[in-house]
């Protein structure tokens, strides 16, 4: 019995393990800190909604993180628009098709889907493959129709294969190098993803400040409920004992 209660207890682990992906570092998520959210809504906007859109989000809930409504007309919808629309893409469904051979999806809810660190990873695991129809392809997700639209930024990645004898069998090793360095160094590069993604997962879940606020005013509300009930009951008892 006993065995069978540790077999129970340790089966998650077992099922995780199974899993085998690839490691993912921690993605930098604070929704506190408003400076990274801005940076990341400013390069969402920029580098992904001219291909996918975030159906979701309106520009304006860019307030909530401190900016107002001229800046986001003026700095963030460079096509025109107002702040009460959604966040649309440019590109014409049908012409995304004919040049990747799928429409991208829609980014509004990616980071819940996928997760910050699955992002994290895939905007930052890119690299040159002449084989792929893009000659771009990503050690997340293999085989992406997705070019790498950050390449200037970041540089061009190149996949390494090498053996490596690990307790005594031979494994093979894929790792990626920089073959030629973007306008940002690497720390720097880490630095933009990490804002995208932070923005990326905030945009996926807006409210969660506003959550916790609604939260403690319910709370409020019941307790000044319960010393109004609580009046109410002595009065309506009060002639009787
Ligand atoms: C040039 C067009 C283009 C741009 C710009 C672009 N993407 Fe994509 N993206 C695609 C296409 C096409 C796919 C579909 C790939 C597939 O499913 O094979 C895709 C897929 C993705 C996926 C994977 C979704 C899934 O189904 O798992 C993510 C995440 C993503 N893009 C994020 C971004 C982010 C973040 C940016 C901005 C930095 C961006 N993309 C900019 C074309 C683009």
Redesign the pocket.
Known sequence: MKKLIILFLLAPLAVFAAQNGPHLDKAPINFHDEASLQRGAR??TN??????SAQNVRYELLNHIGLSNQQIEKNLMAAGGKVGDKMKVA?RPQD?KK???????D?GL?AR??GPD??YA??RDFYRDDSTQTGWNNTV?P?????D??WALQGTQVLQSGTKIIDGRTVTIHKLVLAKPGKMTPAQYNAFVGD??NF?TYMGQPYHNKQIDVGIVVLLFLGVLFVLVYMLKKEYWKDIH
């Open positions: 390069d969402f580098y992904c909604l001219s291909c996918h590109m995304a040049w990747f051979g799928i429409a991208p999806p980014l990616m889907v996928k699955w992002l895939y905007l997700y085989k992406v129709a997705m070019p639209v950050l995208l993604v990326m």
